[in-house]
DNA sequence: CTGAAAGCGCTTACAG
DNA sequence: CTGAAAGCGCTTACAG
């Protein structure tokens, strides 16, 4: 393939005229600029990203990682990130970690980001301490996504999740429920994310706030997918009186437990409401009441806080988190306890 | 940070040891390999991945891309393909086009790819001729996965579209309905692939074998997503007596069209019967009848195509496309047509 | 505004 | 099995 002393050549300058002609860099008349770029043009080049990188020591490439693509909140976030970071020039490397401590490993626990990308996007993934100091000896920038105490020096970008629980809780109660059960995260959960910690304790505090202690037999840990929702709720029903509301710790939960309550032969909400927190998809196609959640923008919101100064431009660092707003979407599937 | 002369001389061996040692090539002693990896090992030694591709004219990398990562079928077939590539040592580099056309363009109508990527796998996106020109000059490898007609030279892994939408439309002919609808792709779709052909097709040949003549009335264009099925079904309802059953191309289609049946007041199955394409994680939650079809088993199998002879292990190319099979999963979305 | 030259950090023939 | 040296294709001070 051409490369750029093709270019150089036929336009007839050096090499570095062509490279800072085809970066915009303003040192460049405009007369020559254009004969550079009419001849690269002519002879189709394309910089070669090696090449640019080893010589400029930067790579243009964002490494992101999620806990889980195939979910609604991380595909959603993958997706407004994978817009900000192309229409900067910036490729995306996708790391999907899937609860595979191996990739976990080879991802976190060693030198492999080194030099290979510009900085990271952590979402949703809290590091433990020897990943955390992996990543602090190669001092690359980053944010993170709703990753529990993220990672000094790095934003982070998430929804206020003891808010979000409590105003479901509330909202339940405000129904007049005070059976309201509560499934979420197991801590043992292989995508290892502490979100559902404080979603519990939303939960418990709305509880407490209306004179109710929480009942451990109505809080039942799992994972945050639909199986998890299945299988929290089979556990639920399995421990004795239903309870009159679940809150699920998010939608895709939420999900499983409004098909475990159909096939139990219980009505939502005639005989159990559910929320969630997301506004996944198809939250409307189910009729599922929620705490919505802005996922792409939080996505757009991180990536842009990593390439702003990636390209020279350098806000004020923002003090604290920056924290998203969550909203109620009451639809058919939370009413009133029966009477009776 | 350290770099591979320091490797060396702390093992006491040239640079080309170093790589050698580190690449796992045959031609290195025993004793040698050792001391390297032990020296790369206390200084903490990663490769400059630009550095390496530079001079070994490998990336390691490989471009996927998809028209929309939000879609189950696309999530499902990256979250495969991400965990294959890294298993090989492969990077992946994500591209979502999102129907934006200068996305498409930039990635697909430029050198762009060129010397970023050792190969690309297209998923569920035919090329128009530029397109193709383009990367034909690139010369790249790659694997298509449901992409129309293919790109030449590169292998094709896939579902057999017209057999699965005969077997869908098969199975509400056999339950009893004559007025069967089906909503489908846009030509005009910014998604711009072609599935939704093959499908149309597969209705069309199943009604026409039970001596029905398609009626253009009962086919509604629209997006492959759940807002898609919403929309065509209105349009559907809008035209006249509601069919008693609709054949919707994929299974977000059929959740869409679910809805906005249930919002018309029309029950399903007992008013009309609903079925679709592809297994989504909520198609059991929604009780949808469906054809199955193996996501993850086509991106794993693509990205095996795509990484052995890469790495050197050059299976016989396979003939033709490479067909996964499909699966008729019949929930409680189709019943008989109601007797009146 | 432009160019000559060094250098980025590896891998790869080639020779031994 | 190992090493010296060239080279991969750019970018970046530095000088003018």
Redesign the pocket.
Known sequence: MT???DVARLAG?????V??A??GL????A??RRRVLAAAEQLQYA??PS??R????RTATVAVIVPRITRWFFGTVVEAVEETLHESGYDLLLYNLGGRERTRQRVLGTANLHKRVDAVMLVATPLRRAELAALTVLDLPGVTISSGSGVPGWPCVRIDDVAAARTATRHLLDLGHRRIAHISGDPDDELAFTTHLDRRRGYQEALRAAGIEPDPGLDVESQFTIDGGEQATVELLARGEPPTAIFAACDEMAMGAMSTLREAGLRVPQDVSVIGIDDHDLSGVLGLSTIAQPAAEQGRLAARLLLDPLDGRDLPPPGGPLILPTRLVVRDSTAPPRAD
């Open positions: 490369k750029i002393d300058v050096s090499t570095a005229t490279s800072r085809l970066r303003p040192t460049v008349s007369a020559t910089v070669s090449a640019s080893l010589a400029g020591g």
